[in-house]
């Protein structure tokens, strides 16, 4: 007998409900005697029978995990009009999904893979700074040549730069792992919801391609933190040449110098760490969630979406005048797919662009820095009733022509997609 206390847990799935009588009996096939135990849909449909009860409990969790849906198992006990039935069954039921297409589910993952990136991060980059700070603080500014003192700052700049670069295996493998976690959980989890909630009639695990679009994102958050910081150790060098020639300007000795060269350089990086890496998150987990969304729309045969903003208080223009758009699936996961096998990842932002506010216009800018409007703006909106009023100043197919498809459409965005 499966035993009523029992809990079994597989991949989210849990036997969590005692045996509860059936409202109807349910009918089997015809069969020698009345044992064993048999494997029931949701609605009651007969699926698997087994005298085997591990064999009866592992095709319930299959079946529960390829389809997404509770399933039953229940124990023949009886025979009715000369039939075995079944009058009594535990549920195989499936993990209540957390759905990364509710805002706060979707900032919740943001928060958590941000903060693993900065935790992961965090003594890679106190460490490479401190090193070059304390390389530059213990020089006798005031008694040195203009060369002398051009070659103590461009040795600083090349140790800040190692974080632009080759990471320590164990921290490059730690960050990797976080957003492939994250990645796997939310296209998981979306496609869940797409089948539980949007009715469409897919498949919930993972594909080949799904697996493929996570690790060419996951590479890329890499390449992008890194890129992010060859800026900020740019910036800071410039800052770093600027604070020695001035203070030399002013008469202050090494010691004076080495408090503002600690003052100016280490809070450069704090704010990296402090704000980048939710910035990262925002948009890799919105690509993640935008992916799943549009392969799922294909596996359903669904060819046409239609875009759905958060209307809020801190909604952005872009965002409204997106909403309602209806924008082709196969098209749009045409512009993800190639944003993703770019030869140079940081193009991206050429073949996957980001839209911009200005000056009454949303737009973007093209790879020579040229502005494209694509919207005006005629009345911002307000809150979740006020939608606004826009203009557009382009058709679907320019937008598609333009890598504008699923989102994220800027580097905060919370829209999502509707099938249509």
């Not at 390389?135 to 203009?146: A, F, G, I, T, Y």
């Not at 040795?155 to 493998?173: E, G, M």
């Not at 409007?373 to 320019?398: I, K």
Request: hydrophobic letters at 35%; aromatic letters at 8%; glycine letters at 6%.
């Amino acid at each position: 007998m499966i035993q009523t206390a029992q809990t079994f847990k597989s991949d989210g799935l849990f036997l969590a409900m005692p045996y509860t009588e059936l409202s109807k009996g349910v009918v089997l096939p015809d069969l020698k005697s009345a044992r064993g135990y048999v494997v029931l849909s949701g609605v009651g449909k007969f699926l698997y029978r087994s005298n085997n009860r591990d064999k009866v409990l592992r095709a319930a969790l299959t079946y529960a995990k390829r389809t997404g849906v509770d399933t039953q198992i229940g124990e023949i006990i009886g025979i009715s009009a000369g039939r075995p039935v079944c009058k009594r069954a535990v549920v195989v039921a499936v993990d209540k999904v957390k759905n990364p297409l509710k805002v706060n589910e979707f900032l919740r993952r943001v928060d958590s893979a941000a903060k693993k990136a900065k935790s992961i991060t965090d003594p890679m980059v106190v460490n490479t700074v401190n090193r070059a700070l304390d390389d530059l603080v213990r020089k006798p500014w005031n008694r040195m040549s203009d060369a002398e003192v051009t070659a103590a700052v461009n040795s600083a700049n090349r140790t800040l730069d190692k974080l632009s670069k080759k990471w320590p295996k164990a921290t490059l493998d730690k960050f990797e792992k976080n957003f492939t976690v994250t990645s796997t959980s939310v296209v998981r989890d979306t496609r869940r919801v797409q089948r539980t909630v949007h009715n469409l009639d897919i498949g919930i695990n993972l594909l080949q391609s799904d697996q493929v679009a996570v690790e060419h994102m996951v590479k890329n958050q890499s390449l992008f933190a890194r890129n992010r910081y060859k800026d900020i150790s740019t910036a800071a060098s410039k800052k770093a040449r600027r604070i020695v020639s001035e203070g030399l300007a002013a008469g202050l000795g090494p010691d004076d110098i080495a408090k503002d060269l600690r003052k100016g350089i280490g809070p450069m990086y704090s704010a990296v760490q402090k704000n980048y890496y939710r910035t990262l998150a925002h948009v890799f987990v919105g690509r993640s969630r935008a992916w799943a969304q549009g392969t799922s729309y294909k596996d359903a045969g669904i060819t046409r979406y239609r875009v759905s903003a958060v209307l809020d208080e801190v909604t952005t223009d872009t965002c409204r005048a997106m909403n309602g758009r209806i924008l082709p699936v196969r098209e749009s996961l045409a512009i993800q797919r190639n944003a993703m096998e770019l030869e140079k990842p940081e193009d991206i932002k050429y073949e996957q662009p980001f839209m911009s506010e200005r000056k009454g216009e949303i737009g973007i800018f093209d790879a020579d820095g040229n502005w494209d409007s694509l919207f005006q703006v005629r009345e911002s909106g307000l809150g979740t009733q006020d939608v606004g009023r826009y203009r557009s100043m382009v058709s679907n197919a320019d937008l598609i022509d333009k890598g504008i498809g699923f989102p994220p459409y800027h580097f905060h965005c919370r829209t999502i997609t509707l099938p249509e």
